[in-house]
């Protein structure tokens, strides 16, 4: 068997026999009809609800939320099928702001605004705004949510009589599905309530693909209604190529949901069986940093056997991401020893220890990273210099065990590939409660 597995602008061959090989799990195939254009446009004249045109009438302060550089977003092909609209309906760029919803993310560096915005980054470089969630004079505090999360939102959302919400939908490994109500919290959410919400995802109902009873995503939920200007939601879902698959536009939460049905066509993705090592790699843009990486971590693991070793390919280019979590795992003794601590005290980014953590108490954990060996040490991950290599060590070491046929399941673009193994699930639950 031989396969490329891609690492930043090249691909690292991989070898191994034929019988050794489970699956090769990537997202399934889509049936794409028509161009990016088209399909946006055929969302737009298709809403659920009323149409973008008269949404748009008597606005005169329209806000744009639109990803940052962490996303595969099809930004500008959205704003190709926006502007048009917008002239159509007498709204001049004097009436927009395009607002980066970071949410606890670093702002845009240059290169990356003008990957967000591609053709149009000339045009509307100008308008756009980050989101800082710790600037609290941003902020209006509205309340909290079921779950005791306070709400803190952009003040640019209330200084609004437009507001139109975009982004991609795909599996998220504790709020279900990015997109949607995502837009708002943790997107333009204030630090605090972000620390907050995160916090949810260490219970056990907080997993990818998870909406119902999952207390993040009811967070999410909670703070729509309390936005008072009438939003439009405009949700695109990707194909495994990164390809624009599908569209849908108008109601909020009915074009989420109908995304939500199309992604889980494309990116669950069902195996035979639990394997003994898992390859699972970042795909650009999800292989930023480590914090971003770390979604393949975790669908990788879903379908690794206990003892078992996953191997993550991911340059993270811009090093760890979020120093909380790191520093965290570099502190403690061992990785139940990381999720004691977070019982006495959570702070943003120990869900990510937390996951981390529950995937190295119970398997070997290798990355062919750009990351320093002993920055992964501290977080008991093993450095590898290339896939063959870790791959190598670990037939060897599976074999050791006993096992004289190891299986290898590969997931190309393991962030989003979420497989479903016959046995089933494995969920982290470390006790917490969100009520």
């Given at each position: 068997?031989?396969?490329?597995?891609?690492?930043?602008?090249?691909?690292?061959?991989?070898?191994?026999?034929?019988?050794?090989?489970?699956?090769?799990?990537?997202?399934?195939?889509?049936?794409?009809?028509g161009t990016p254009d088209q399909i946006l446009e055929g969302a737009l004249k298709t809403p659920y609800g009323p149409s973008l045109e008269d949404f748009l009438k008597g606005g005169t302060r329209v806000l744009i939320i639109i990803n940052d550089a962490t996303r595969p977003t099809p930004t500008e092909a959205i704003l190709r099928g926006l502007l048009p609209v917008f002239e159509k309906t007498g709204i001049g760029t004097e009436n927009l702001t395009l607002l980066v919803a970071t949410g606890a993310h670093r702002?845009?560096?240059?290169?990356?605004?003008?990957?967000?915005?591609?053709?149009?980054?000339?045009?509307?470089?100008?308008?756009?705004?980050?989101?800082?969630?710790?600037?609290?004079?941003?902020?209006?505090?509205?309340?909290?949510?079921?779950?005791?999360?306070?709400?803190?939102?952009?003040?640019?959302?209330?200084?609004?009589?437009?507001?139109?919400?975009?982004?991609?939908?795909?599996?998220?490994?504790?709020?279900?599905?990015?997109?949607?109500?995502?837009?708002?919290?943790?997107?333009?959410?204030?630090?605090?309530?972000?620390?907050?919400?995160?916090?949810?995802?260490?219970?056990?109902?907080?997993?990818?693909?998870?909406?119902?009873?999952?207390?993040?995503?009811?967070?999410?939920?909670?703070?729509?209604?309390?936005?008072?200007?009438?939003?439009?939601?405009?949700?695109?879902?990707?194909?495994?190529?990164?390809?624009?698959?599908?569209?849908?536009?108008?109601?909020?939460?009915?074009?989420?949901?109908?995304?939500?049905?199309?992604?889980?066509?494309?990116?669950?993705?069902?195996?035979?069986?639990?394997?003994?090592?898992?390859?699972?790699?970042?795909?650009?843009?999800?292989?930023?940093?480590?914090?971003?990486?770390?979604?393949?971590?975790?669908?990788?693991?879903?379908?690794?056997?206990?003892?078992?070793?996953?191997?993550?390919?991911?340059?993270?280019?811009?090093?760890?991401?979020?120093?909380?979590?790191?520093?965290?795992?570099?502190?403690?003794?061992?990785?139940?020893?990381?999720?004691?601590?977070?019982?006495?005290?959570?702070?943003?980014?120990?869900?990510?220890?937390?996951?981390?953590?529950?995937?190295?108490?119970?398997?070997?954990?290798?990355?062919?990273?750009?990351?320093?060996?002993?920055?992964?040490?501290?977080?008991?991950?093993?450095?590898?210099?290339?896939?063959?290599?870790?791959?190598?060590?670990?037939?060897?070491?599976?074999?050791?065990?006993?096992?004289?046929?190891?299986?290898?399941?590969?997931?190309?673009?393991?962030?989003?590939?979420?497989?479903?193994?016959?046995?089933?699930?494995?969920?982290?639950?470390?006790?917490?409660?969100?009520?």
């Amino acid at each position: 068997m031989k396969i490329e597995i891609p690492y930043l602008k090249k691909t690292f061959p991989l070898e191994f026999p034929d019988e050794n090989l489970l699956a090769v799990a990537e997202p399934n195939d889509f049936t794409v009809t028509g161009t990016p254009d088209q399909i946006l446009e055929g969302a737009l004249k298709t809403p659920y609800g009323p149409s973008l045109e008269d949404f748009l009438k008597g606005g005169t302060r329209v806000l744009i939320i639109i990803n940052d550089a962490t996303r595969p977003t099809p930004t500008e092909a959205i704003l190709r099928g926006l502007l048009p609209v917008f002239e159509k309906t007498g709204i001049g760029t004097e009436n927009l702001t395009l607002l980066v919803a970071t949410g606890a993310h670093r702002s845009p560096t240059e290169e990356e605004y003008r990957q967000i915005l591609g053709a149009f980054y000339d045009k509307l470089r100008s308008l756009c705004v980050h989101h800082d969630a710790r600037k609290d004079e941003d902020m209006v505090d509205l309340g909290s949510t079921r779950n005791g999360t306070p709400i803190l939102l952009n003040k640019r959302l209330f200084d609004a009589d437009r507001i139109i919400a975009t982004g991609s939908v795909e599996p998220h490994y504790f709020a279900g599905f990015t997109g949607g109500r995502k837009a708002f919290l943790p997107g333009v959410a204030a630090y605090k309530t972000i620390q907050a919400n995160h916090k949810q995802a260490l219970s056990g109902a907080a997993h990818s693909l998870a909406l119902e009873g999952n207390p993040v995503h009811e967070d999410m939920m909670d703070a729509l209604p309390l936005i008072k200007a009438p939003v439009f939601s405009l949700m695109t879902v990707l194909d495994k190529t990164q390809r624009l698959a599908a569209a849908t536009t108008g109601d909020l939460l009915a074009s989420f949901y109908a995304a939500v049905e199309i992604a889980r066509k494309i990116f669950c993705v069902k195996v035979p069986a639990k394997a003994d090592i898992v390859i699972s790699a970042a795909k650009f843009p999800m292989d930023i940093d480590l914090y971003q990486s770390q979604k393949a971590i975790d669908n990788g693991a879903a379908a690794l056997k206990d003892g078992g070793t996953l191997i993550l390919v991911s340059s993270c280019r811009d090093g760890i991401g979020d120093e909380a979590y790191a520093n965290l795992l570099a502190s403690a003794k061992s990785p139940a020893d990381t999720i004691s601590r977070i019982r006495e005290g959570y702070k943003l980014g120990y869900h990510k220890a937390a996951k981390m953590a529950a995937v190295s108490a119970r398997a070997t954990v290798k990355a062919v990273t750009e990351l320093p060996p002993e920055r992964l040490a501290g977080m008991f991950i093993e450095s590898a210099p290339s896939p063959q290599a870790a791959l190598d060590e670990a037939l060897e070491k599976t074999r050791s065990q006993g096992i004289p046929l190891p299986t290898i399941l590969i997931l190309p673009d393991g962030c989003v590939t979420v497989p479903d193994p016959e046995e089933g699930w494995r969920h982290l639950d470390i006790g917490f409660k969100s009520r």
